[in-house]
């Protein structure tokens, strides 16, 4: 029987086995073929209601997962979490806006603008991440959706930000640019989704279940497909965002899911809760925070912001940042 090497080459293909266990994954494969159909410039493309549809369809599923997670958590883990949660939802935008505007020299709209996408939540690396856990059988035990939830919620402290940087901006006042966000689908179908499951009986949850639950891999696959094909193009404008932002684009998910990690860890969460929060941290809003920053923020470049949590981060924590997350739960947790 060989001896087990050293502690460090052990680690090292535990991590490269890691890597390419998640690049094997039906989600991260209909990703990457999408990003090959995009480099290709194929004739593949979703009709862009199907895609809202499907948009609305992932954000509700969240919504009513939180709810009955939150319905059936115990009161000695929900408080932490939901504690530790909006202090993130707070602090990662507010540190992202800092850092652009004191290091890259970014005016204060570009900077509230990322702020926001940073903030914010990527729904489908939430569930790549849930999906990640699953396969290496570590589920989370915590309520999870409701973090994703309440992490909307950095859209407005951004938002915020913007306008105390910027004095009055645009001329728009206060309370329209919360209504505009609030009005955003994915605080009212996150919110609405998790009262929606808070409220529903067992027996009633049954009748849905078949939907939610088991159709919303399938949802994930097709919505990356389109992803990977809208990354690919988002790719090509690597020279807008800069170098500054490009390494930012990839350092800040590893700070913030390390930080959340952390988090996670000091609360007293299991593994798999950490891990799944350390991926929410890291992750980066595309679908939400770029409508709410049309609105409220119209003197920010598109080019910006969603080059940079697009194209460039939300590829990183799918092909290489999960595995990251992971290990370092791995050496966190012993």
Known sequence: ???????????????????????????????????????????LELPEPVLKLISIYLLFSIGLTGGRELAHAEGATLGPLIGVTVLLTVALPVVTFLVLRRLGGFDAANAAAVAAHYGSVSSVTFFAALAFARSVEAAPQAPMAAVVAIMEWAVIISLLLARLSMGKGNGRGLQAVLMDTLRGRGILLLTGGMLIGALATDSQWRQIAPFYEGLFRGMLML????????????????????????????????????????????????????????????????????????????????????????????????????????????????
Not at 17 to 36: M, Q, R, W
Request: aromatic fraction near 10%; include cysteine; proline fraction near 6%.
């Open 1 to 43: 029987m060989r001896a087990p090497g050293p502690p460090e080459r052990n680690a090292a293909v535990n991590g490269l086995d890691l890597l390419i266990t998640n690049l094997l994954s039906p989600i991260v494969l209909a990703f990457l073929l999408g990003t090959l159909a995009g480099f290709l410039r194929s004739e």
């Open 223 to 334: 919505f990356l497909l389109e992803m990977g094909m809208t990354a690919a193009r988002q790719v090509r404008d690597f020279a807008k965002v800069g170098v500054f932002l490009t390494g930012f684009a990839v350092a800040a998910p590893v700070c913030f899911g390390l930080a959340g990690l952390l988090a996670g860890h000091m609360i007293g969460l299991d593994k798999g809760s950490a891990f799944v929060l350390a991926a929410v941290c890291a992750s980066s809003s595309y679908i939400d925070a770029p409508a709410a920053c049309r609105a409220a923020l119209p003197e920010a470049s598109p080019g910006i912001y969603l080059t940079a949590s697009l194209g460039i981060t939300f590829p990183f924590n799918l092909l290489a940042g999960l595995p990251l997350y992971w290990a370092a739960a791995g050496w966190l947790y012993g």
